[in-house]
């Protein structure tokens, strides 16, 4: 079974662009939450999507923004580009969304802003 | 709410000594734990979870984790250390709102494993 894929890998923006990023879940889970990995902050939610709804929100302003499509995928989307939202982004998908299912994560995309 | 200490944000060990990682929780309800491992410009992989079932919980890689509910702990630990666990560890804890359990991980700190040869 195909793991988690997430695209591009690399990624780098200049502060005000916008930019989608891609989360392809493992086939059959329709479970895909996003966080934010920084040196600073560690690790952190941002959201999380069942059945193309958002279930749960992390603590971020509205300019990052998801959605999920019918078969699953899911995209995020970062609007006005700050220098603090460099960071590895991870997308990980579970069967469900019960907290007692593991979640399987993607090699992540490395946002650089300049 | 839930949260997740991880005692040591580095910890060295000498190939084929124990390893053991500390992580302590707090929940006002049984916890859903897990312990994930994060190679260098990789994802994190699932190394073992703990939904209360067993309290000893085994996992990948000879890795296993004993929850103690009398100490709010989850700790880490692997007999024999290899090189190639070499890694940075997370802690994680499933967050709790009105319906249960949610797939929101909060995560620890991370601890910076190294292991010399």
């Known amino acids: 079974k195909a793991g988690v894929t997430q695209t591009p890998r690399y990624l780098i923006k200049t502060r005000g662009q916008q930019v989608t990023l891609s989360c392809s879940p493992i086939?059959?889970?329709?479970?895909v939450s996003w966080y934010q990995q920084t040196p600073g902050q560690g690790l952190q939610f941002l959201f999380e999507y069942f059945s193309e709804t958002q279930r749960n929100k992390g603590n971020f302003p509205g300019r990052f923004s998801g959605r999920q499509f019918s078969n699953s995928r899911s995209e995020m989307n970062v609007s006005t580009l700050e220098l603090g939202d460099s960071a590895l982004y991870l997308c990980?998908?579970?069967?469900?969304?019960?907290?007692?299912?593991?979640?399987?994560f993607g090699d992540g995309t490395r946002l650089s802003i300049l | 709410a839930q949260s997740v200490t991880q005692l040591g944000s580095h910890v060295s060990v000498s190939e084929g000594a124990l390893v053991l990682l500390r992580c302590n929780y707090s929940?006002?309800?049984?916890?859903?734990l897990f312990w994930y491992v994060q190679y260098p410009n990789q994802g994190l992989q699932l190394l073992l979870k703990y939904t209360s079932a067993a309290t000893l919980v085994k996992g990948i890689n000879g890795f296993e984790a004993e929850f103690k509910k009398s100490e709010t702990s989850f700790h880490l630990t692997k007999p024999s250390a290899h090189m190639s666990d070499a890694a940075e560890y997370f802690c994680?804890?499933?967050?709790?709102?009105?319906?249960?359990?949610?797939?929101?991980?909060?995560f620890g700190t991370g601890t910076l494993l190294a292991v010399q040869p």
């Open positions: 994680a804890v499933s967050d709790m709102n009105y319906g249960g359990a949610t797939n929101k991980l909060i």
């Open positions: 929940s006002s309800v049984p916890p859903y």
């Open positions: 990980a998908s579970s069967e469900g969304p019960l907290g007692n299912q593991p979640q399987h």
């Open positions: 086939s059959g889970h329709r479970s």
